[in-house]
């Protein structure tokens, strides 16, 4: 149960009482009968540390792949894929076949 801080608005008295949430705020001092108040402190916890706030995390790491995705292979040339051409050519239309000399 939460402890409750009071302050005799007459008398100056202060104390604290041991009260459910649920319970009506006590109105009458026990030292001289005149009226209280609640007296409101700041919270009794403090965050301390990174990760307490949206800025303190960082991107997303992407998903882990699963185990039936394939391994990519690098080659021995580097980490560059090679480019193939998927060019098609008309029959005839390559590079011609150089003539044969003529020998005299």
Not at 6 to 32: G, I, K, N, W
Not at 68 to 90: L, N
């Given at each position: 149960?939460?402890?409750?801080?009071?302050?005799?608005?007459?008398?100056?008295?202060?104390?604290?009482?041991?009260?459910?949430?649920?319970?009506?705020?006590?109105?009458?001092?026990?030292?001289?009968?005149?009226?209280?108040?609640?007296?409101?402190?700041?919270?009794?916890?403090?965050f301390k540390g990174?990760?307490?706030?949206?800025?303190?995390?960082?991107?997303?790491?992407?998903a882990a792949k699963?185990?039936d995705d394939k391994?990519?292979?690098?080659?021995?040339?580097?980490?560059?894929?090679?480019?193939?051409?998927?060019?098609?050519?008309?029959?005839?239309?390559?590079?011609?076949?150089?003539?044969?000399?003529?020998?005299?």
């Amino acid at each position: 149960m939460p402890t409750y801080q009071y302050l005799c608005r007459d008398c100056d008295h202060e104390f604290e009482a041991v009260q459910s949430m649920r319970d009506d705020p006590l109105t009458v001092c026990p030292s001289c009968g005149g009226t209280l108040r609640k007296v409101f402190a700041p919270p009794a916890i403090s965050f301390k540390g990174s990760g307490f706030y949206a800025t303190d995390h960082g991107k997303r790491k992407p998903a882990a792949k699963s185990s039936d995705d394939k391994p990519e292979k690098k080659d021995d040339k580097g980490s560059k894929p090679e480019k193939t051409s998927t060019v098609s050519r008309k029959e005839g239309s390559g590079p011609k076949a150089p003539k044969e000399a003529a020998t005299t």
